[in-house]
């Protein structure tokens, strides 16, 4: 089977970057493919696309050399086992709360006798080569999304979930959920305890721990704190950035937006 590249380093010890794709562009999929991510991540839950569409940008994504995984919309089989059989070589779930919430993804990703995943291992078997099915369980990466206060609470539980590879932090969702801004793990000393406690209990349970970093300021934070693989921002914000930047070095001046 293709070696997950992601999951060699990441036992190795070695930290991983991870790109973001929000954009609904197999074109933009390559080319982030190519820039130097160890990852990609094909985000359906806040892309700008459905499931259809997420299944042609891991096709663009496993053209490059970056190891494809996908962020699902919901805890749902179906549609995990969908992606999973689009060539995804990693699943991140969102919203993650509970022990039960990480069972069941870790068995969606996982074909019996370990888990529930439906035999059609359809792309999978292209990008992965012929002996994918029998190879799947021990190759692909699960992800749990932490961004919750119950996912805090639950946190020592879902650690200990069989067959979860690691977490992954979303700092927006989870200053939320603790009654701040969006933004909060910029700023806000209650949130950052947060991540920092999901970093150090994660490293201590032996998972990996990976996080969205919106600044620059946040992802050099999280690698301070340890994390395996970080994500600094996603595709439509490094674009935007940049040709803000590149307006005001050409003297063009811009109007204030989000
Ligand atoms: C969050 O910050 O809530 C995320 O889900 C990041 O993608
Ligand atoms: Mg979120």
Redesign the pocket.
């Known amino acids: 089977v293709r070696d997950n590249e992601l999951r060699t380093r990441l036992e190795r010890g070695e930290r991983v970057t991870c790109g973001?794709l929000s954009s609904d562009s197999r074109y933009i999929a390559e080319v982030l493919s190519h820039a130097g991510y160890d990852a990609v991540t094909v985000?359906l839950?806040?892309g700008m696309f459905g499931l259809d569409g997420a299944v042609q940008l891991l096709q663009a994504v496993g053209a490059g050399p970056a190891m494809p995984m996908a962020r699902c919309h919901t805890l749902d089989r179906a549609v995990i086992g969908k992606l999973l059989d689009g060539g995804a070589y990693g699943i991140i779930c969102?919203e993650i709360d509970s022990i039960e919430e990480c069972e069941a993804l870790v068995a969606a990703c996982r074909y019996p006798p370990v888990g529930v995943r439906s035999f059609g291992p359809a792309r999978g078997l292209l990008y992965g080569g012929p002996d994918y099915a029998a190879r799947a369980n021990e190759t692909i990466l699960v992800w749990a999304?932490i961004?919750s206060a119950a996912a805090l609470e639950a946190l020592d539980g879902i650690l200990g979930v069989d067959g979860l590879d690691g977490v992954y932090i979303?700092?927006?969702?989870?200053a939320l959920s603790l009654g701040e801004a969006g933004g909060a793990a910029e700023s806000s000393p209650h949130t950052r305890a947060a991540i920092e406690r999901i970093v150090t209990v994660s490293k201590a349970a032996g998972r990996f721990v990976g996080g969205?970093a919106p600044a620059v300021a946040t992802a050099h934070w999280m690698i301070e704190l340890g994390v395996d693989l970080v994500t600094p921002g996603n595709d439509v914000q490094l674009l935007k950035q940049a040709v803000r930047q590149r307006l005001q070095e050409v003297d063009v001046p811009t109007p204030s937006s989000p």
């Open positions: 973001w985000d839950q806040h969102p999304m961004e979303g700092p927006n969702d989870l969205f």
